[in-house]
């Protein structure tokens, strides 16, 4: 069976869907392996780094060929026409609201997974890109906001004087939050974060920050059995807001991460919070593709509210493009790797696997994911 990895479309999209050494495994299953040339660029991984792992540089034409696609995000439904009936698709599909583009693969014949749909369970945390991307995507907002900060983020004690610590506030201490904590931690800051979940209270203090929450008992019961947040009622966003309007006005440096699955992020920082920042102040709206944390703020660009400087990166992981498309790649090889008997090589998806399941969004000609205009089978 042939593999084809795409290069992707979209000009901010800089991540490749395999690696050399993805390629070397997939080889090693007995597949053919076709990238199309330059996918791999903007991770500085050259057409030649892929031929030496045994692909095939091609053009963008070779998907027509393809038993398997690889992609970073939902190629557009041009290319859904140009695949063959019967071909699998793995690649973030962005599916929430984007049903009309879900169903244009299905008519294709396409069975299209949606990478971002697989489940947080022990056997699929390899194959988890939300957290692969989210924890480097942490990692980057710090970097990118310290970059920004026109001041020292440790405390620096000089002959000439003292630099004091910059403080820090982690707003949602999911997996991009707490690896923000531990980043802007390692460049000195004194940091402080806050989560809706009551689980993240441990995980927050055992990185060395301090907790700030409305610990009420609609915070101790707000996680749903797959460990996400819920969407909290007005009252206790009212509550929150107050807690935070207090805390937000003493930093120097916010980065906002809090989202629900399927759902607008929820708006946790107005403009009036962002005037009663110190001048000079940052803030990372890590949440600004899904309609952003940070009143104000605009994906893809940067911009000042008085003079706190407000960035809105839009694919925080694009901006460490290599290190994420190792990451990427590796997720796609693992869950790829569940659907290859071991003994013929052969493509074979177990339809009643709770990995398929929550990933498959069409088969045979229709949606079949219930969530997302399919019935189930
Ligand atoms: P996410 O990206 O969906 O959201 C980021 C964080 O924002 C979450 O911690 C969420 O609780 C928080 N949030 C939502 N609304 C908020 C609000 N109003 N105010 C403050 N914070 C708010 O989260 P994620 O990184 O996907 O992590 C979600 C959970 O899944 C965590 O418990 C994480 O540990 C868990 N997880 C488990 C696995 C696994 O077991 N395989 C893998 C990854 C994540």
Redesign the pocket.
């Known amino acids: 069976d042939q593999v084809f990895v795409g290069k992707e479309t979209e000009s901010a999209e800089s991540r490749v869907a395999a690696s050399p050494e993805t390629v070397k495994k997939m080889k090693a299953l007995g597949l053919d392996v076709i990238v199309e040339s330059g996918a791999g660029a903007g991770s500085s991984i050259a057409d030649s780094d892929f031929a030496a792992a045994g692909a095939t540089i091609a053009d963008a034409k070779a998907v027509g060929t393809a038993d398997i696609v690889l992609r970073v995000r939902r190629p557009s439904t041009a290319e859904a026409k140009r695949m063959k009936s019967g071909a699998l698709l793995l690649t973030q599909m962005d599916p929430y609201g984007n049903e009309a583009a879900l169903d244009a693969f299905a008519k294709a014949g396409v069975t299209a997974f949606a990478m971002e749909l697989m489940?947080?369970?022990?056997r699929?945390?390899s194959m988890?890109v939300?957290?692969s991307q989210?924890n480097l995507a942490g990692y980057q907002a710090v970097i990118e906001a310290a970059h920004a900060f026109g001041k020292a983020m440790p405390m620096m004690m000089t002959a000439a004087g003292t630099v004091p610590a910059a403080k820090a506030f982690v707003?949602?201490?999911?997996?991009?939050?707490?690896q923000a904590i531990a980043t802007a931690r390692r460049l000195g800051a004194a940091v402080s974060a806050?989560?809706?979940?009551p689980?993240?209270k441990e995980?927050v203090a055992s990185l060395g920050a301090k907790f700030i929450?409305v610990e009420d008992d609609e915070f101790k019961a707000?996680?749903t059995s797959?460990?996400?947040?819920?969407?909290?009622s007005k009252d206790?966003?009212d509550k929150?807001a107050a807690l935070v309007a207090d805390h937000i006005g003493k930093q120097d440096m916010v980065i906002t991460?809090?989202?629900?699955?399927g759902r607008p992020?929820?708006r946790?920082i107005s403009r009036d919070m962002l005037n009663s920042m110190r001048g000079g102040s940052v803030v990372v709206d890590l949440?600004v593709e899904r309609g952003g944390?940070v009143e104000g703020s605009v994906a893809g660009d940067t911009v000042q509210v008085g003079d706190v400087t407000v960035i809105g990166i839009a694919n925080m992981a694009g901006r460490i493009a290599a290190s994420a498309s190792l990451l990427y790649a590796k997720n796609l090889l693992t869950f790829l790797q569940t659907m290859i008997d071991k003994e013929t090589g052969a493509v074979s998806v177990d339809f009643d696997d709770e990995l398929v399941k929550a990933t498959a969004l069409s088969r045979d000609g229709a949606l079949i994911h219930p969530g997302f205009g399919g019935t189930a089978v």
């Open positions: 489940p947080r369970i022990t699929a945390q988890d939300l957290s989210a707003m949602g201490a999911g997996v991009a939050g707490l806050t989560d809706v979940r689980a993240a995980q929450a707000a996680e797959g460990g996400y947040a819920k969407e909290m206790y966003q929150q991460t809090a989202l629900i699955p992020a929820p946790l949440a944390n």
